[in-house]
């Protein structure tokens, strides 16, 4: 039962434009919510994060919005650049039990 | 502050064989995690360990296991390697305060 799911698995955007990455989660008792982005070759790099009693958390191009009632984040990025492309992580825990994490979408900016 | 680091970087071991990876956390990160990456399927957690102990556990066979050390230092071990077992090996290290996980560059394991 995957509890985080990201269905798109690639996602196309011209530089300049705003990329959407979403996210659905099934546990409603998950309580906060990361996002990662991977390079080919590289770990995962932290990006943003929010807690489950925030609905936005802003960080310079980089917004995440939760909606509690909806199980549904999503990863804004405004504006998008090629140094964006790579593939992105939605990642959600509850109290101290280990991130789960969705199986990624790939961004592709194209310039 | 120096980030995780994970030794060696890329592994080629025949089946039935067995293997051990390294991780080194950020200083004064006492948590690690271990991840296992396969094409299409995200990030699978193998376990954790906090202070030595393992804290959680994946649901994996008991041939994959770990170990921390007094230094933090943590090794996570494969036995009898199956062709399944080929994947990108992760592991993150965390702060006691605060979710983010810090994540080293992964040993990519390739058993033939």
């Known amino acids: 039962d995957q509890q985080v799911k990201q269905n798109s698995p690639s996602l196309s955007v ?16 998950f309580d906060y919510f ?16 929010i807690s489950s009693i925030k609905d936005k958390n802003e960080d310079g191009r980089f917004t995440v919005f939760l909606n509690k009632s909806a199980k549904h984040l ?16 939605c990642a959600a825990r509850r109290g101290n039990t280990p991130l789960v994490f969705g199986k990624g979408t790939r961004l592709s900016v194209i310039a | 502050k120096a980030g ?34 396969t094409p299409g399927q995200g990030l699978q957690f193998l376990f954790e360990y906090f202070s030595e102990t393992q804290r ?17 230092r943590s090794e996570m071990n494969v036995s009898t ?14 702060a006691l305060q605060g979710y983010e996980q810090y994540f080293g560059p992964g040993t990519r394991l390739t058993v033939t």
Request: glycine residues 8%.
């Open chain 1, 74 to 89: 999503s990863l804004h990025i405004v504006p998008s650049q090629p140094g964006d492309s790579a593939v992105y992580f």
């Open chain 1, 14 to 29: 011209q530089e300049g434009r705003i990329s959407i990455l979403n996210c659905d989660y099934t546990n409603s008792m």
């Open chain 1, 34 to 49: 990361l996002w990662y982005k991977k390079y080919p070759a590289e770990g995962p790099t932290f990006l943003i994060s």
């Open chain 2, 81 to 94: 390697l199956e062709l399944g077992d080929s994947a990108l090996y992760l592991c993150a290290s965390k």
């Open chain 2, 4 to 37: 995780v680091t994970q030794t060696p970087r890329y592994l080629i071991k025949t089946r039935g064989q067995q293997v051990t990876l390294s991780c080194s956390p950020i200083s004064g990160h006492r948590s690690v995690s271990w991840y296992q990456q």
């Open chain 2, 56 to 72: 959680n556990k994946g649901n994996f066979p008991g041939r994959f296991s770990g170990r921390q050390f007094s230094n933090s």
